[in-house]
């Protein structure tokens, strides 16, 4: 069973202190199991956006961002409608409210670590010799491939299909 502990908010790092600052808390103490983690969430991204407003999109809005990804917009007056509304406008509250996080004093450490699959200055080698196969080795291609597939009928593939035949 964890022990619980009460930890005040001024005991967390700065950054933590200054997004807690934000929200409209109830209260300071939040309980925390025997490592110092929250058992409960003490903020949430919903709590933070209610507290911005609302942006609005108009019908005519919406049917532009509609034609520009050439998608067929929902009917107006439709409950299709109204949902896509709302929801594109709780997507626009978010951006808004990422832009107006201040990251003046945020400073970088060092250079953006390398995600990439490959090192810094390699690559995909597309070269002949990185496909040769072994003289020993049977290349796989053709008809071969079949003995990999789970499910074939009369030396073709078999793939499944939720489409009814017509």
């Not at 990422?98 to 004093?105: A, I, R």
Request: contains cysteine.
């Amino acid at each position: 069973m964890l022990k619980l502990s009460r930890c005040s908010l001024s005991s967390l790092s700065p950054l933590v202190r200054r997004c807690n600052a934000h929200i409209r808390r109830k209260t300071t103490l939040a309980d925390v199991d025997s490592t110092g983690i929250p058992i409960k969430p003490t903020w949430s991204v919903n709590e933070l956006l209610s507290s911005y407003p609302r942006p609005s999109i108009s019908p005519a809005t919406l049917e532009r961002l509609h034609e520009l990804s050439a998608l067929l917009p929902p009917s107006p007056g439709t409950s299709e409608h109204a949902k896509l509304t709302r929801e594109l406008e709780e997507l626009v509250k978010l951006v808004e409210a990422v832009k107006l996080v201040d990251v003046s004093e945020v400073t970088q450490e060092g250079s953006v670590p390398d995600g990439r699959v490959w090192a810094s200055g390699e690559g995909v080698k597309l070269d002949a010799e990185s496909f040769a196969c072994d003289a020993e080795a049977a290349p796989v291609d053709g008809r071969s491939l079949l003995t990999h597939a789970s499910r074939t009928m009369d030396g073709l593939y078999v793939v499944e299909s939720d489409k009814p035949r017509g």
